[in-house]
């Protein structure tokens, strides 16, 4: 894996801790690693807080399969 296979890409933006749980589940079934920024942040925040985004990121080299699964088109 090259320097750039390693960087990781934001794949999308979620509302609520729970939805970032179920889109990270689903990618990492298909062994898409995933990184989930500010998770711990909207669980410390509730869920009263409106504006507030959870980023996913997955790798560079995952980021096409990523988009598929995410928008259920699997090859």
Avoid at 4 to 27: F, M, P, Y
């Amino acid at each position: 894996m090259s320097i750039a296979e390693n960087q990781w890409v934001l794949l999308t933006s979620v509302s609520s801790h729970s939805e970032a749980l179920v889109v990270c589940s689903k990618l990492r079934g298909h062994d898409v690693q995933t990184f989930v920024k500010d998770q711990h942040i909207s669980t410390l925040l509730g869920t009263g807080v409106s504006g507030f985004k959870i980023d996913i990121y997955v790798l560079i080299s995952d980021y096409e399969k990523a988009l598929d699964l995410y928008y259920d088109n699997p090859d």
